[in-house]
């Protein structure tokens, strides 16, 4: 770069100190600024490419093996850390293990950087919208463009390859302010969201230029076995296990304790981290800062070992962040800092996000606490997944992903990707009469009223820097002519209704009415709970008064994450139509004016239930799914919730009306041909007495469950004008053989574009060994017997589980 420079000595002296400040400026920008082409890596030639761990013929576990071997204890120890050492001595470069993906690359990680020349990235929705679509294609696809985008921004220096997502905890109470992070209660949406986010992050399905590419075999080979299968990029399921508080009156979660007992733990709490480890093959697990019946999580060998061991988790265990520290600053479960790490490294925590094992691990090991082995342990898991990822396979451009950069960041394919994953997850609450959709070919003025309407932050929770900043407000002036905006509050909090007149001489004046209420990330968001599920502040007030001022009925925008107690807007006939946008992401605009002017037709579905004020009355440390009338307990989620409902879970209206019909469904299925020799004998014993009755089986007793899968076949038909894409949720409700067997059961779900006056056929997958069991109270998979009831709205189907 060259600066010339012209001033005159006599008159202006003064300007070269200004100028030779701006020409160093720009030098140190120039300095800091990734350089695509000075993208250190391991195994550069022609210094450190013949050491064995570069020599990619080897497996993975012995190169891994031998690059552990070769370090010193400092080095490793230097390593343990997510903002790991460079190991000058064998040309291996610093590495910062965390970044982070949530719904695209963002900023809460010191892994990704938008100081480059890639200065944003495509924002998709937050996870609790995309979830409402119930759709594990979208979700594959979310992930696979997630994905393209980090490699490209990876060979330009603004990324790792180590994503720190999905998060995958159970939305168990409606105040949690990460909730929206997640993919709702339901742990089979939650897990087959798992699924789908990890092989899609890891495998690298989507979009490359102009180019679909599918899967890991068309970019990583076959991969082999799970030890040397290529990734993409990493994934991380996280936080393992039961966490869902982050700061509730006085409980905070790097102290509170989850007492979760075995029946919930089982088909509750874990199923999600079992199918992102068994079906996603997810590279990265995350331990959770709480303790679970008064053990740290990261500290709890039991429970990451169920995780290596049973589960054949393969990959590396990192700590939430300081979640090391918390063992013993917090918790005070370790007597001491080095009791603390070797409590974790013990367990089988492979790495701390922060700096606590890089500082107290050499005396941990001086005083006899950690091995040497439990740090090799460690890093062999570590190096694998980088060499997985290639890190070690030379020059990464080269590689597979050699040739992506900023060309593939914010591409009209992602831009599309994400204006249809909100169309999908947007939720139509309530529509009285038919209010909507509005006709877009009638000039008819439109006043948006609400804070939230011209804001521009529409990620939600662990968001990035999106390609293009727009408003709900100007989504809607794409259809609108004759638009006016009135905020009614001065912010989302709405202390004070200063800007009420303002905003009800603007609604009187209107045709239709658009009010934008709900919550924003200062209600709701890491490190913050909420203490009450009605609106903020004064919203309900605004929202009251402009209804009961406007000629025609409103429609409310409800944003944010977590469920609301809306009941007063369900019942106000002032307000025609209501619905739920979330954090929609950057195309949540467009979407939301596409479906209130009738371009799209809404098929998202709620993926929590949204509870009544009355709900927080229940403590929110009270981690039982179960109902307990004897302590007034009302149960959590649908599956076991006996109070009322605002909402429930999978409730989500459209402009077409729906029918189904069961085109085949099993009547009976037997059992005796897959229960083990065994078992056989000891339940032959009990039946052929004549007082007793046999009405469940272990699933532990079960052989070849996966031979009592079946099919569901299902006709909907579109009874509705517009064209649209539909929903299907199935569920079960069985038998009661125990207190606390859920109150019914999401069996399978579809997503199906259906087209006016006509059926489109479907067919849902049930596992029965999975979707029709649920656990007893010592944690053990029992299946009923007997009739069960499958359904499809009002219509159902009868079949019996029997032995023989």
Known sequence: MTVIVWFSQDEHRHEWRFYLSYFILLLLLQSTTPNPLALDYPCKPP???????????????????????????????????????????????????????????????????????VNSATSFPQVIV?????????????????????????????????????????????????????????????????VEFVKGLQGGAGMIGNEVVLGEKSLLGDGGDDD??????????????????????????????????????????????????????????MCSYNAVNGVPACADADLLGLARYKW????????????????????????????????????????????????????AIEQGKVKEEDIDRALFNL????????????????????????????????????????????????????FLPLDQNNDASLAVIGPMAVSDKLGGGYSGIPCSSKSLYDGLGEFSKRISYAPGCHNVSCNSDDGFAEALETAKKADFVVIFAGLDMAQETEDHDRVSLILPGRQMDLV???AAASKSPVILVLTGGGPLDVSFAERNQQIGSILWVGYPGEAGGKALAEIIFGVVNPAGRLPVTWYPESFTNVPMTDMSMRADPSRGYPGRTYRFYTGSRVYGFGHGLSYSDYSYKFLSAPSKLSLSKTIKHNSRKSLL????????????????????????????????????????????????????????????????????????????????????????????????????????????????????????
Request: proline share 4%; with cysteine; hydrophobic share 35%.
């Open 47 to 117: 210094y450190h490419s013949h050491y064995p761990f570069c020599n990619t013929s080897l497996s993975i576990p012995a190169r891994a093996t031998i690059l552990t071997s070769l370090l010193t204890l400092s080095e490793k120890i230097s390593l343990l850390s997510d903002n790991a050492s460079s190991v000058p001595t064998l040309g291996i470069p610093r590495y910062e293990w965390w970044s982070e993906s949530l719904h695209g690359l963002a900023t809460n990680g010191p892994g990704v950087t938008f100081n480059g020349v």
């Open 130 to 194: 995309s979830a409402a679509s119930f759709n594990r294609t979208l979700w594959s696809l979310i992930a696979a463009a997630v994905a393209v985008e980090a490699r490209a921004m990876y060979n330009v220096g603004q990324a790792g390859l180590t994503f720190w997502a999905p998060n995958i905890n159970i939305f168990r109470d409606p105040r949690w302010g990460r909730g929206q992070e997640t993919p709702g209660e339901d742990p089979m949406v939650a897990s087959a969201y798992g």
């Open 228 to 285: 040397d299968a290529r990734l993409m990029v990493s994934a991380c399921c996280k936080h393992f296990t039961a966490y869902d508080l982050d700061m509730w009156h006085q409980f905070s979660r790097y102290n509170f304790n989850a007492v979760v007992s075995k029946q919930d733990l089982e088909d509750t709490y874990q199923p999600p981290f079992r199918g992102c480890i068994q079906k996603g093959k997810a590279s990265c697990l």
């Open 312 to 363: 054949g988790f393969k990959g590396y265990i990192t700590s939430d962040c300081d979640a090391v520290a918390t063992v013993f600053e917090y918790q005070k479960y370790a007597k001491s800092e080095e009791d603390a790490v070797a409590d974790v490294l013990k367990a089988g925590v492979d790495i701390n996000c922060g700096t606590y094992m890089l500082r107290h691990t050499e005396s």
């Open 383 to 434: 190096f694998s997944v980088q060499m997985r990822l290639g890190l070690f396979d030379g020059d990464p451009s080269r590689g597979p992903f050699g040739k992506l950069g900023p060309q593939d960041v914010c591409t009209p394919q992602h831009l599309t990707l994400a204006l249809e994953a909100a169309r999908q997850g947007i939720v139509l609450l309530k529509n009285d009469k038919k």
């Open 544 to 546: 009251s008064t402009i």
């Open 685 to 804: 014993s009990q039946l052929m007495k004549a007082d007793y009755e046999v009405d469940y089986v272990r699933v532990d007793e079960l052989q070849s469950c996966s031979s009592l899968s079946f099919s569901v076949h299902i006709s909907v038909t579109n009874l509705g004008e517009l064209d649209g894409s539909h929903v299907v949720l199935l569920f079960s409700r069985g038998p009661k053989v125990f207190e606390g067997s859920p109150e019914a059961q999401l069996v399978g779900f579809s997503r199906v574009h259906t087209t006016s006056y006509e059926s489109t056929e479907t067919s849902v997958l049930v596992d029965l060994c999975e979707h029709l069991s649920f656990a007893d109270e010592q944690g053990k998979k029992i299946l009923p017997l007997g009739n069960r009831i499958l359904s499809l709205g009002d219509v159902e189907h009868t079949f019996s589980i029997e032995m023989y």
